[in-house]
């Protein structure tokens, strides 16, 4: 009996240690799924974000840092004939800026949403997709970038996975991601979790915090 006692003692603390140092390794299981993973890795990289040349739903031409110069930026990925994620994404993302207090948007956050399809998302377009979802145009912006090179620059930067198929769709994963003061990635955040976004989005513009 008191060798049954020991033995189940002996397998709860195995138990236990193992969940202790899956906790560790997972950084409280932030890192349990694929995507929690990348979104962890990307944010222990805190990675630059390249300065692409951006063409908006209203024909201008910019660099990503004119448009961030001295202020934080919501940033998703999505082209608009898609019917899966992209719409949610978009309407997430509307109920994101209505949520972040007005003295904040256009003044110490913009908010972008980039095509990865500019051959399809030309600025007529996006315009039309912008509207849908209630963009301003100005301190919410769609926009595309028209050099591969520099799509995928970006893209790879921000660990965002688009594999196109035979019918002219994507697959593809999605967040918000918050890009800082200086330029670099400061959060990922799960998309479908508005709430939670919102209220971390606004806690660092009222802190004005900025990673290095």
């Known amino acids: 009996m008191i060798y049954k006692h020991r033995t189940a003692f002996a397998m709860i603390l195995v138990v236990l240690f193992g969940m202790t140092l899956f906790y ?71 109920e994101v800026y209505d949520l972040i207090p007005g003295e904040y948007v256009g003044k110490e956050i913009v908010f972008l949403s980039i095509s990865f399809d500019p051959t399809k998302d030309d600025p007529e377009t996006l315009a039309k997709y ?22 995928e620059r970006l893209l790879e930067k921000l660990g965002v996975v688009v594999i196109p198929n035979e019918y002219g769709e994507f697959q593809h994963n999605a967040a918000f991601y918050l890009v800082g003061k200086e330029g ?19 806690a660092i513009l009222e802190k004005g915090e900025n990673r290095p």
């Open 130 to 151: 912008r509207r849908a979802f209630g963009s301003d145009g100005q301190t919410w912006r769609m926009a595309r970038i028209k050099d591969q090179e520099e799509l």
């Open 24 to 94: 560790i390794s997972t950084d409280g299981f932030r890192a349990f799924t694929s995507e929690s993973a990348r979104s962890y890795e990307l944010m222990q990289k805190n990675p630059a974000v390249p300065s692409v040349t951006l063409e908006d739903s209203q024909e201008r031409t910019y660099s990503f840092d004119e448009l961030a110069e001295d202020k934080y930026v919501l940033l998703t990925f999505m082209y608009t004939s898609c019917t899966t994620v992209c719409p949610q994404l978009a309407m997430n993302m509307a």
């Open 184 to 202: 670099r990635l400061q959060e990922v955040m799960d998309f479908t979790n508005v709430e939670a976004a919102a209220g971390t989005v606004t």
